[in-house]
């Protein structure tokens, strides 16, 4: 599996995730296929994410610019080996990339909410169920707890389903999730082993695009492919 997390430096690649089609294939081929060294024959997916733990199985198609005409609510999606690059939209939510022995592979986008309803275990079932024997996972950069204020009731409901070390603090001393630790627990939980970890808050750090810290529309992305 080979992962690539664009930047702020890789300019917005938001359309992926809204217009699907010939506008996200070829924004995605003129910015990023290159510089990632995505194979030309490989088709993309995205998805329109929606928070939630929706998981969609990519069957691969036929060579570039395979997006459907609209791309599919989920909030993960995971592949079969081989023939396709899927993709995972962020600004501050965690970027995982997953991948197995076996080449099946898989994105997913996690916030904490997505997390609470179990989206990192149903695409690691996902994974299991395609045939991985193994599945392992690469952390891009997210918010970290330094940047990411939290009420007490929503901490509250998240360390109850993710254990406590989702507990942070804000650099001024306010209560705060720690969301790569709810990330590391989902992994856990799912049997998967978290192979890297990008150390990196996309709020506190100018490389990123940041809705919390800047109200960036735009977004960065995670391409998952196999080499
Ligand atoms: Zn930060």
């Known amino acids: 599996m080979l992962a690539y997390w664009t930047g702020r430096s890789e300019g917005d690649l938001s ?3 809204s217009a699907g089609g010939r506008l ?4 995605l081929q003129v910015r990023v296929r290159r510089t990632a060294g995505i194979p030309a024959d490989l088709a993309v997916y995205a998805m329109h994410q929606v928070h939630g ?3 969609v199985i990519v069957e691969g198609g036929e060579g570039a610019g395979c997006l459907a005409s609209a791309a599919p609510e989920a909030d993960a999606l ?13 600004a501050d939510c965690a970027p995982i990339a997953l991948g197995s022995p076996e080449g099946v592979h898989g994105v997913v986008h996690a916030g904490w909410k997505g997390l609470l309803a179990g989206v990192v275990e149903k695409a690691v079932g996902a994974m299991r169920e395609l045939g991985a024997s193994e599945v392992f996972a690469a952390l891009g950069p997210c918010v970290h707890a330094c940047c990411y204020e939290f009420s007490s ?3 509250d409901q998240a360390a109850l ?12 001393g306010e209560p705060a999730m720690d ?11 799912s049997g998967a082993r978290l192979a890297w970890e990008a150390d990196a808050c996309t709020a506190c750090s100018p490389e990123w695009f940041s809705y919390r810290a800047s109200g960036d529309v735009q977004r960065q ?3 998952v492919w196999n080499g």
């Open 15 to 17: 359309a992926l995730g």
């Open 24 to 27: 996200a294939t070829d924004a």
């Open 53 to 55: 733990s929706g998981v």
């Open 78 to 90: 995971v592949a079969p080996r081989g023939g396709s690059c899927l993709v995972v939209l962020t």
């Open 153 to 155: 009731s929503d901490l």
């Open 161 to 172: 389903r993710l254990g406590g070390s989702v507990r942070g603090t804000t650099t001024g």
């Open 179 to 189: 969301l790569p630790a709810g990330v590391r627990e989902a992994l856990r939980a």
């Open 221 to 223: 992305a995670l391409l």
